[in-house]
């Protein structure tokens, strides 16, 4: 009979093996407090100490530490990042920003606002971050992440218009995605072609133009009907251009449940025309006179794909998209490949929901704006394991589950769901032991059922790490 051996957390020494504070005691100290974290991913550090005043109070004291830095246990995660990203002839990067509530956290210095009404402020801090992932889904880590807090302004909407307008790109919160885009690209390796997919939000000329300049593409959905010049040279608009081609061909898009809609399937049409946006100075580089603002700084080179629902279900929104991409689209195949790669974009939306739902980052208690970032870093890394996780079932479901699990961690998972303490020759499969870590979390699998979410593999991998604790407290020679 084999015995169950190893430490928990495996995967944090492996991540952050080459992260360096300066302070041996302080390296493990993180080592302790990010292990602990990752155990109770869905808790504050209260919670994830089991209840122990001394391990609570050396995580608190790490996160206050001033040699901890965000961008140290960042840069550390963007080497390993890097080195999954190897191998890979084509890799997605997708980016999106969304909103940390804290405006119940009163005690806390530094926050800014999360509120789009001028006369009252949600309190908060904003994440932009950059989730790598292949062509079919599987996240590799994350390339760039932001945390900032806002300068609040009581001003109304006409004000706020005209001051954004009148700011530089540098000036403005859309830098965010030009300055990952520039990260990103440093990280991919020589062979591997880089595709930014964004929403309405990423619709920035810069974006384009630098995208273009660094050699990478990008597919990003279309924001407002913007100006346009065909490739006969004609002066017109994305929308009208677009209008006037014939449907290339309808397919059936699969669309996912979220907080706006149930999952159904929707039938398209898809056009494309190719052409060139122009850039007009002001538009890039900030205010100038009237008279330059009329002349074409620059032009870009696009394909715009026109993705537009026949009549879809009584009371349900259509699907209506414009997307530009520098990439080619002139026939139905390519036009299809681009629609089924801006789909990957989705699964940057399942990373904020495992940020805050999972790994619950909006109920960290922090007294001061500076210390919530290194936990969102922190608890960011952590979501990324998470999703990590999942996609192995789906995608190498025949692959060792050591992939996904440490020694010990599968050990326990099998002595726990097959109520035994022998262990088997061989370890199980990813998709066994991802199906025996749902069935923790609340998974019947029944025949009928298809596999579940996320949602019942974080809280089945936090009930594997309790019997985890209490394994290697029962094999401890030492103990007693």
């Excluded at 706020?160 to 030009?178: A, F, G, N, P």
């Amino acid at each position: 009979m084999k015995t169950v051996t190893g430490n928990g957390n495996e995967w944090i020494r492996e991540e952050f093996h080459q992260i360096d504070f300066g302070d041996k005691r302080l390296k493990e100290r993180f080592f302790e407090t990010a292990g602990l974290l990752s155990s109770k991913a869905s808790g504050s550090i209260y919670p994830s100490c089991h209840g122990s005043w001394s391990q609570a109070k050396g995580a608190y004291r790490f996160f206050s530490n001033e040699r901890v830095s965000e961008s140290a246990l960042f840069r550390t995660h963007c080497v390993q990042t890097q080195k999954r990203l190897e191998g890979h002839s084509l890799v997605f990067s997708l980016q999106d920003t969304s909103e940390l509530n804290f405006d119940s956290h009163k005690k806390t210095e530094g926050l800014g606002s999360i509120s789009k009404a001028y006369h009252k402020h949600k309190m908060g801090l904003m994440l932009h971050a950059s989730l790598m992932v292949t062509q079919e889904g599987l996240p590799l880590g994350l390339s760039s992440l932001k945390c900032w807090s806002r300068v609040s302004r009581e001003e109304p909407p006409q004000e706020k218009q005209r001051r954004l307008y009148q700011s530089t790109m540098k000036e403005k919160e859309s830098i965010k995605w030009i300055e990952t885009l520039y990260e990103t690209a440093a990280l991919i390796p020589k062979d591997t072609c880089l595709i930014t997919l964004g929403d309405r939000e990423a619709d920035i000329f810069e974006l384009f133009r630098v995208a273009s300049s660094l050699k990478t593409f990008f597919i990003i959905r279309n924001r407002k009907d913007r100006k346009f010049i065909d490739e006969k040279g004609k002066k017109t608009t994305v929308q009208t251009a677009l209008s006037k081609t014939p449907i290339l061909k309808t397919i059936a898009l699969t669309l996912p449940k979220n907080q706006q809609r149930v999952a159904r399937t929707a039938y398209v049409d898809i056009r494309s025309i190719s052409g060139w946006l122009p850039i007009r100075n002001n538009l890039v580089y900030g205010p100038t006179n009237k008279d330059a603002s009329r002349h074409i700084h620059e032009k870009v080179h696009v394909s715009a794909i026109s993705v537009k629902e026949q009549p879809p279900p009584e009371g349900v929104a259509p699907v209506e998209w414009v997307l530009l991409t520098n990439l080619t689209a002139t026939d139905a195949f390519e036009a299809e490949e681009k629609v089924n790669w801006y789909r990957l974009r989705w699964k940057i939306e399942e990373f904020f929901k495992t940020l805050k739902s999972g790994c619950c980052v909006e109920q960290c208690r922090l007294n001061t704006a500076t210390k919530l970032t290194k936990m969102i870093t922190l608890k960011s890394i952590i979501a990324f394991k998470l999703m990590h996780m999942t996609k192995m079932a789906a995608l190498c479901p025949e692959a060792t589950c050591t992939d996904v699990l440490s020694k010990i961690e599968w050990q326990t998972l099998y002595c726990r769901i097959q109520t035994t303490s022998r262990l088997p020759e061989h370890p199980p499969t990813v998709l066994q032991a991802i199906t025996w870590l749902r069935q923790l979390g609340g998974f019947l699998n029944r025949r009928a059922e298809d596999l579940p979410g996320i949602m019942s593999l974080w809280r089945g991998y936090e009930i594997l790490q309790e019997n985890v604790r209490l394994f290697i407290i029962l094999n401890n020679k030492n103990c007693g």
